[in-house]
């Protein structure tokens, strides 16, 4: 029963990497209509959320029952789970901000949804192989 809890979040874990890197391809893809990929960046950004709850919920559910203490690799995990929403919700009002002024926000899009794949694939490849 462990192995499909841990199977879970790591499976989450993976959409949740799959997902940043679509969010991270979307604005190349439809940069010369603003619209659709104003439409397709909010699309991601649900589809970002919906995959770090399932994988902070298979977390949070393997570490409870493992019963262990808090590891490194659990506090390393709980801290990237902390910061991911900070960084995608600045990235949501700046973007708003920026194409609001008439600006597409490529640039500052691929820095943050660059930054949390990066966070994201080092804290997967720490937490699970490390």
Do not use: C
């Not at 841990?6 to 940043?20: F, K, P, S």
């Not at 949501?92 to 820095?111: C, E, Y």
């Amino acid at each position: 029963m462990l192995d499909e809890i841990i199977g879970y979040h790591r499976w989450a874990a993976e959409g949740l990497l799959a997902v940043m890197a679509i969010n991270l391809l979307i604005p190349y893809l439809l940069r010369q209509n603003i619209v659709r990929m104003v439409f397709w960046m909010r699309v991601g950004y649900f589809a970002f959320w919906a995959f770090w709850t399932m994988t902070a919920f298979a977390g949070l559910i393997d570490w409870i029952f493992t019963r262990q203490a808090l590891p490194g690799r659990v506090i390393v995990m709980i801290v990237a789970a902390l910061i991911l929403p900070m960084m995608d919700g600045y990235r949501a009002i700046r973007l708003k901000r920026l194409w609001l002024s008439g600006g597409d926000g490529v640039g500052f899009n691929t820095a943050i949804v660059g930054s949390e794949l990066a966070l994201t694939l080092g804290t997967f490849l720490y937490g699970f192989y490390g």
